[in-house]
């Protein structure tokens, strides 16, 4: 999920609203359901991410 600076999930960008992202890889890009970058206004002091895992371990991630 993306969140604002309260911690509360940008609309469209919550995790329901999130495609589920499968595979072994070094480089799975994460896709919400008709959006494929973050929020327009987006930057790293605006939007922090919230990753939700099962069965699964995240060793870094990379924003563009």
Do not use: M
Request: proline share 8%; net charge negative; glycine share 6%.
């Amino acid at each position: 999920a993306a969140l604002d600076r309260g911690y509360k999930p940008v609309e469209g960008y919550g995790t329901e609203d999130s495609r589920p992202a499968e595979g072994d890889s070094l480089a799975i890009l994460v896709r919400w359901k008709d959006k494929e970058a973050l929020p327009p206004a987006a930057n790293p002091d605006q939007v922090r991410l919230r990753f939700e895992l099962k069965n699964a371990s995240l060793y870094s991630f990379r924003v563009e």
